[in-house]
């Protein structure tokens, strides 16, 4: 899976949790989901549990609390998704 | 040594706190049956509770303390004296919170900080508990909003709680003023407060944050159902 298509699942996976929809208008890597997207930090866990979902992964505690940004979630997607050499 | 130092003092907190609230005339009905049913749901063993309660007003945690047991029984259980987990925020306006938390078993918790923090506190209570000491939570995560039990918006860590101390008894405790009509910071003057508990033994085949979802979604959802039974069957005091 490329980076523009996870990019595309993560916004659209987020979408549902966001409240400050103006700064959901242009997301970039950089965009904080917490911060700027204004989704409550107790969704997070519902956020990474509907990854875990769409991907077919396993995020562990660590992993999750580095998601800060959409950026920080396509990483760690790629991350798991690729395939072992 | 914040458990030492706040099993010493505990007559002195308790009874401060008591007295207060009976400057602002609260007042339990039944206390004495409400005392003796907490007992007899939890006095079987010793270990750690996890007293899981719904929210409204900046004070539950006082009410709920003072409802299930009396002072001398904080002295000789210090299980039962319940570790809380307050808003840092809420608990950092004056000095004199500051000490009451020190000396009222407060975990203070930054809501709204980064997960690591969260993870801290949730670290501190297993370690509480794993030492038998006794946890009072409010699985909605702040007080509701909506003035009902928030069965879509509340946070999992109680079940992460749970899963870090599988030996943990839950009790579910419904507490509610009659007059009480939204969130608040204080119960009005005179309140007269409902509270019931129950067991509960949640269980998950789940395991990691799925797990915790499972298990804060079971005691939620157990809280609504008390507040329900107590919405059909309590006259409010309107």
Redesign the interface.
Known sequence: MDSTTAFGKVVSIIKPFVKNTAAFSAPTDGTRIVEDLGVNSARLVDIILAFEDEFGIEVDDESADRVRTLGDAVQMILRKTAPAH | MQEVVSQAFVLLTYHSLAAWMRCRRYRIPDLRSTRAEFAALVLERRGPLLVCANHLTLIDSLIIQWALAPGWRLFVRPDWFFWNLPDKYNMSVNPFLRVLGYFGKCVLVH??G???EA?RALDKVAFLMARGQSVLVFPE?GRSRVGRVETT????GVGRMLQETPTARVVCVFARGLGQREYSNFPRRGETFFVRMERLAPTTAFH???A??DLATQIVRHLSAMEQEYLENTILDR
């Open positions: 809501r709204k980064p997960p690591e993870r995560g918006n509340f946070m999992y990691g944050m799925r915790d979802r």
